[in-house]
């Protein structure tokens, strides 16, 4: 049984650019939430995607994106980078939606410049 | 909405020495509680949750909590530390029922002092 993946590891952009970021969920997990982490803040809730369905959203602007396909991964776009974006954004998967059985990835640091 | 707040930002304890992170919650509804560990360049390890039941929950690594509903505390704690504890930490809470967002507090550092 494979753990949470993220790809890349780490990525730097430029103000205006456009990123997308990588997620695998665990073996059996059919829900995605995504997080961005602030320096010295505590993950903010993006969105969660249940069955390649957005389900539920966090106060993020409509340049924040996402997609599950079929086999459950999914991808955090973001557009028209700002340098507030810079962050750790972390993915975790669970099963049925259920938040209190979530299970990390280790993240990806992008730094806009 | 609820909330999470984490009183100590930073907790410097000696090694072997007992510790305790603060961590209150604001929410008119029942809620699960769960905390969190970030090694340095990592991303989060659930240390343990509340979700019924008894109030004292054990979770991984020696470290506890107990859930005071009066109090809407979730404080964690750990008899004797070790050097590997070195680590932030998060409380986070989500509604039981409805509402799928899962809300953190800023984190407290715990730095364990030789």
């Known amino acids: 049984e494979t753990g949470v993946t993220q790809s890349p590891t780490h990525l730097i952009k430029t103000r205006g650019q456009q990123v997308t970021l990588r997620c695998s969920s665990q073996?059996?997990?059919?829900?995605v939430s995504w997080y961005q982490q602030a320096l010295g803040q505590g993950p903010q809730f993006i969105f969660q995607y249940y069955r390649e369905e957005e389900n539920g959203r966090g106060n993020f602007p409509p340049r924040f994106s996402g997609l599950q396909f079929p086999n459950y991964s999914s991808e955090l776009n973001v557009n028209a980078l700002e340098l507030d974006d810079s962050a750790l954004y972390l993915c975790?998967?669970?099963?049925?939606?259920?938040?209190?059985?979530?299970?990390f990835g280790p993240g990806t640091r992008l730094t806009v410049t | 909405a609820q909330s999470v707040t984490q009183l100590d930002s930073q907790v410097p304890v000696f090694e072997e020495a007992p510790v305790e992170l603060r961590c209150n919650y604001s929410s008119s509804v029942s809620v699960y509680l769960f905390w969190y560990v970030q090694y340095p360049n990592q991303g989060l390890q659930l240390l343990l949750k509340y979700l019924s039941g008894s109030t004292l929950v054990k979770g991984i690594n020696g470290f506890e909590a107990e859930f005071n509903k009066s109090q809407t505390s979730f404080h964690l704690r750990k008899p004797s530390v070790h050097i590997s504890d070195t680590a932030e930490y998060f409380c986070?809470?989500?509604?039981?029922?409805?509402?799928?967002?899962?809300?953190f507090g800023t984190g407290t550092r715990l730095t364990i002092i030789p």
């Open positions: 073996s059996g997990h059919n829900t």
């Open positions: 975790a998967s669970s099963l049925d939606r259920t938040l209190y059985e979530q299970y």
């Open positions: 986070a809470v989500i509604l039981r029922f409805g509402n799928e967002k899962l809300t």
